[in-house]
């Protein structure tokens, strides 16, 4: 008897967690090293994306509208202090801050992982389910430039300032 009353009281419970979500939620997580993303823009709602699918080294990285292909789809791998590492899956290749560049408008392109802090990225949360993407060496964030809703606008590193072309959503494809 005591079986069934604890079995009823967890269908219960269970029920009155799923009725607090509703019908046709996009129920979310928080990125997860390894986990394949699309990285979003909540300006846009477009993804990062490497320009025309290009592996080689210095492949600008703009806004695109999402497709799923490989040359949007990125993940996380932890390198420490609360930083990562964000490759690509089309070429393997790291976000990456062009030379390091500490100024506003410094682009952003995909370049061979080498570890360096102008490819360390923390997630700092700016809103429900949407982070600022800041870069280790400079501080700055992974910004739309010029908050263009355009494909083909450029991806950059700018001042953070909490704008909707400098917060991103991680959603699996």
Same mark, same amino acid.
């Given at each position: 008897m005591r079986l069934r009353a604890f079995v009823f009281s967890a269908v219960l419970a269970v029920g009155a967690?799923? +009725?607090?979500?509703? $019908?046709?939620a996009d129920v979310r997580e928080s990125p997860v090293p390894g986990v394949r993303y699309e990285v979003?823009?909540? +300006?846009? #709602?477009?993804?990062? #994306?490497?320009?025309?699918?290009?592996? #080689?080294?210095?492949?600008?990285?703009?806004?695109?509208s999402c497709h =799923?292909?490989?040359?949007?789809?990125?993940?996380?791998?932890?390198? =420490? =202090?609360?930083?990562?590492?964000?490759?690509?899956?089309?070429s393997d290749k790291c976000l990456d801050v062009s030379g390091a560049s500490?100024?506003?408008?410094?682009?952003? *392109?995909?370049?061979?992982?080498?570890?360096?802090?102008?490819?360390?990225?923390?997630?700092? $949360?700016s809103g429900p389910d949407v982070y600022q993407v800041r870069v280790a060496h400079s501080d700055k964030c992974l910004d739309v430039s010029g908050a263009?809703?355009?494909?083909?606008?450029?991806? *950059?590193?700018? #001042?953070?300032?909490?704008g909707p072309n400098q917060r991103w959503r991680f959603r699996r494809p």
């Open positions: 967690l799923l +009725s607090a979500v509703p $019908a046709g979003v823009v909540q +300006s846009s #709602d477009k993804c990062l #994306d490497v320009s025309g699918a290009n592996p #080689d080294n210095g492949a600008q990285v703009i806004q695109w =799923g292909g490989p040359n949007q789809r990125w993940w996380l791998t932890s390198v =420490g =202090g609360g930083n990562y590492q964000v490759q690509v899956e089309h500490p100024s506003n408008g410094a682009r952003v *392109i995909q370049w061979s992982c080498h570890g360096g802090p102008n490819q360390r990225w923390r997630l700092v $949360a263009s809703p355009s494909n083909g606008a450029n991806v *950059i590193q700018w #001042d953070c300032h909490g």
